[in-house]
């Protein structure tokens, strides 16, 4: 009998994985968000990562429900929900756990569940497992069984693609763990990985995303360093780079449902082993100050301009928490606002990629920029969007008052003003 799949969660993970799927399996995408499914069945994908072409050319295979009844007869089900953090940046793990609830209740003899969202390790056999038991009734390894493979998608990266980045795998016994390989390696392009247990994957994953939050962070604080000397970080690092062992990064706000979230999952977990990681969490202190960073460059730059600092406007370029993608999940952008805020400052934001804005009473939301008024005391370029590569200091000196202060977070090279 050929395999038959239920993706849970169809966001960022679940829908491209859906949809790869799909072009072999029959596989049912489910969400509880009714209007998310509502938008999937009418081929559309607001978060711009599966063209509705992509969704109409596997709409025999793939069918979407926001109803539980309606996932039973699937014998592998994948869950790809989200793992945040809540208010003290201790893991939230109730999506995961309401996840499990409901295969739980629909899971038969001889299934597999697969979990893809971002935990620490032995999250999957230490919370998970326990929740299907409980519900089901059934014995984990005797009569169901697990497997973890770690998602990579990088929203907005039309170039890595769920197909053709390389996945981790693995299983919960020896022939499981084969079991889940096969079954990714007949639709992963770039290959697979069979990681020896499940906790090693579920460790792997985290600490991708950990090892890159704590080498952005190196990076911010020495264009700190640099900016206290006069020296251009970004030529910096250009002549570093010289080195073919030296790691290309560029500083600038590290926010998203990934770099700014997942390690605070491993130091969690080592805190209650009572190890304290240190590095880790001061690296998440000095990425997470960025924000604030930025603010005050750009009130110093207001004052050395002679200009007002209360009840000017200043406007933002970008939302999202990332070059070209919609999502403004854990946007950073946010810190820069609010620390704006603290000083009387009016905050105008501008991000076509951003469709809908929640309402925020920090700043106001701007649809157009008219070239032609001079309204704003200061620009800050806080997301590269490639939309934004034809906005030259002389197009942004027609709607600055007085001496143009741009801020150029992310060292864009097109400016000579404040950088990063």
Request: proline share 4%.
């Amino acid at each position: 009998m050929k395999d038959k799949i239920c993706i849970i969660g169809m966001g960022y993970v679940g829908l491209p994985l859906a949809v790869a799927f799909a072009e072999k399996y029959s596989v049912i995408g489910f969400d509880i968000n009714s209007a998310r499914i509502e938008e999937l069945r009418a081929g559309i994908d607001s978060t711009l990562e599966v063209a509705s072409e992509e969704l109409r050319a596997v709409n025999e295979h793939l069918v979407f429900s926001e109803n539980p009844s309606e996932i039973e007869g699937a014998n592998i089900y994948i869950v790809t929900v989200p793992t945040p953090i809540d208010k003290s940046n201790k893991p939230d793990l109730t999506p995961l756990e309401k996840a499990s609830e409901t295969v739980a209740n629909v899971i038969q003899v001889g299934d597999i569940v697969i979990y893809e969202s971002t935990v620490y390790p032995g999250v999957t056999e230490e919370v998970c497992v326990p929740i299907l038991e409980k519900l089901s009734n059934l014995v984990y390894n005797k009569d169901f069984f697990c497997g973890y493979s770690p998602e990579r998608i990088n929203p907005g990266d039309k170039q890595h693609t769920v197909k053709n980045i390389l996945k981790v795998t693995s299983g919960s016994t020896p022939e499981i763990a084969r079991k889940v390989d096969q079954l990714y390696s007949s639709i992963i392009t770039a290959g697979t990985h069979l990681a020896s247990s499940i906790k090693v994957a579920e460790a792997s994953k985290v600490i991708e995303n950990t090892q890159r939050d704590v080498n952005i962070a190196l990076i911010n604080e020495l264009a700190m360093i640099f900016n206290e000397m006069g020296i251009n970080t970004d030529e910096v690092i250009e002549a570093a780079a010289t080195k073919w062992n030296f790691i290309k990064m560029k500083p600038g706000l590290v926010g998203g449902h990934c770099i700014g979230v997942d390690p605070y999952y491993l130091t969690y977990k080592a805190e209650e082993l009572g190890y304290k990681p240190n590095l880790i969490l001061s690296s998440r202190q000095i990425n997470n100050g960025m924000g604030k960073y930025v603010a005050d460059a750009t009130i110093r730059e207001l004052i050395n301009k002679e200009k007002l600092v209360k009840n000017s406007n200043v406007l933002i370029l970008g939302y999202s928490f990332k070059e070209n993608c919609p999502d403004t999940r854990n946007t950073r952008v946010i810190d820069i606002i609010d620390n704006l805020n603290k000083f009387g400052v009016n905050c105008f934001v501008h991000d076509p990629w951003v469709n809908s804005w929640s309402s925020n009473k920090n700043f106001k939301a701007v649809a157009e920029i008219d070239f032609n008024e001079s309204k704003y005391q200061a620009v800050i370029l806080a997301v590269n969007h490639n939309c934004f590569n034809g906005y030259s200091e002389e197009l942004l000196k027609g709607i600055v008052e007085g001496d143009l202060i741009l801020i150029d977070v992310k060292s864009s090279k097109r400016f000579s003003t404040w950088t990063l």
